[in-house]
């Protein structure tokens, strides 16, 4: 099918949704008017595109049909630059068009719950794991994203061992996936006398924040266990059972929360990590299946796959999946991870546009 046929039958679609949010039915009915608020939202991009594509082609046609009829030499000058110009216009919002006919993963636009981890590297890994949560919580503070802790245990020299937090806002699964992984460090750590560079590392696991739609629990399949905070927190600390831990008996998988003061507040969280983590069983399928078909820069849930380094006596981050250098260590861990996303984000989308066109 051509580009031009595959948008209009997506204007069609567009319209379609458009009358129907317009139906005193479907306006009752929140479930459905959501969800064609969204397919309406997420069509206006390729919409718009449409429109200027169409737009373009016409005023071709109009540039060709005055070299075809017209004698006087300035007029046919001047529509010759005309459709030279409009001929690259075109060319490059077909590349732009088939990128945004790339189906997306539907997954991209819920939130995120991140899992940062010390790994190999003793103290020094979870100083590193530290500054990892540091680095996200800048970069969510950039985007203007919402973070929410839901559980940590501290290392014993700073840092953590864990640390697992909520992050929502548009899109956030969409961008941080790429984040999934191992991510290694090299420096001189604190702890080291002599001054000789370690490898240490922590991983990193982005899921996309299941809803209830996704999964549903049945409560008898459910071990709650209530305990004390610990950590940071005031009086309430070691003296309110408000910490809450769940437990998932069909499949053993456990989520726990401390960060609110309110038991209800921290079961609410824990489910939350729960349902998200069960919901993981699944979507590594999908990541799998989507893997065996063509290269990916997402994390398949191999925890051992190292996909960044971060060299600090050179002042460089290097990204394995794409053999990405940059020499902007200092920004990098203060937040500034877009052009790496970006990078990626090209990266998949080529394999993806490669991927439709074999």
Same mark, same amino acid.
């Given at each position: ?25 479907? =306006? ?33 046609? *109009? ?33 732009? &068009?088939? @990128? ?15 899992? &940062? ?45 864990? &640390?697992?937090? %909520? =992050? ?37 696991? &982005? ?36 910490? =809450? ?27 939350? =990590? ?18 065996? #078909? ?9 925890? *051992?796959? #190292? ?9 460089? @981050? ?30 998949? %989308? ?9």
């Amino acid at each position: 099918m051509k580009i031009i046929e595959k948008l209009e039958d997506i204007y069609k679609r567009y319209e379609e949704i458009a009358e129907q949010m317009n139906d005193p039915v479907v =306006v009752s009915d929140m479930k459905r008017y959501i969800k064609l608020s969204k397919d309406f939202k997420d069509l206006q991009p390729i919409v718009n595109a449409y429109k200027k594509y169409k737009n373009i082609l016409d005023n071709i046609k *109009s540039a060709k049909e005055i070299l075809y009829d017209e004698k006087d030499e300035e007029f046919r000058t001047m529509a010759k630059e005309e459709l030279a110009e409009l001929t690259i216009q075109r060319d490059k919002l077909e590349e732009d &068009i088939r @990128v945004m006919l790339i189906p997306e993963d539907p997954q991209d636009s819920k939130n995120a719950i991140v899992e &940062i981890r010390a790994g190999t590297g003793g103290d020094e890994a979870s100083i590193f794991a530290g500054d990892l949560y540091r680095m996200y919580i800048k970069h969510c503070e950039i985007k203007k994203w919402k973070v929410e802790l839901v559980d940590f245990t501290e290392g014993t020299v700073g840092g953590f061992k864990e &640390i697992i937090f %909520n =992050v929502s806002g548009e899109n956030v699964y969409g961008q941080l996936k790429y984040e999934s992984g191992v991510h290694r460090v090299q420096r001189v750590p604190k702890t080291e006398a002599q001054g000789r560079v370690h490898t240490s590392a922590s991983s990193v696991v &982005i899921l996309p924040e299941a809803d209830k739609f996704d999964i549903e629990l049945n409560a008898a399949d459910i071990k709650k266990e209530i305990f004390c905070s610990s950590g940071p927190g005031g009086q309430s600390v070691n003296t309110t059972y408000s910490a =809450v831990r769940l437990t998932h008996i069909p499949t053993g998988i456990s989520a726990s929360c401390q960060d609110q003061k309110s038991q209800i507040k921290n079961l609410d969280k824990a489910m939350s =990590v729960l349902r998200t983590r069960i919901y993981e069983l699944e979507y590594k399928k999908h990541l799998d299946e989507v893997t065996s #078909k063509r290269k990916t820069m997402v994390s398949t849930g191999d925890r *051992s796959a #190292k996909i960044r380094t971060y060299n600090w006596p050179q002042g460089r @981050v290097t990204d394995h999946r794409i053999h990405l250098t940059l020499y902007s260590l200092p920004s990098i861990v203060n937040g500034d991870i877009q052009e790496l996303i970006d990078q990626l984000q090209l990266a998949e %989308n080529a394999e993806r546009l490669k991927a439709e066109i074999s």
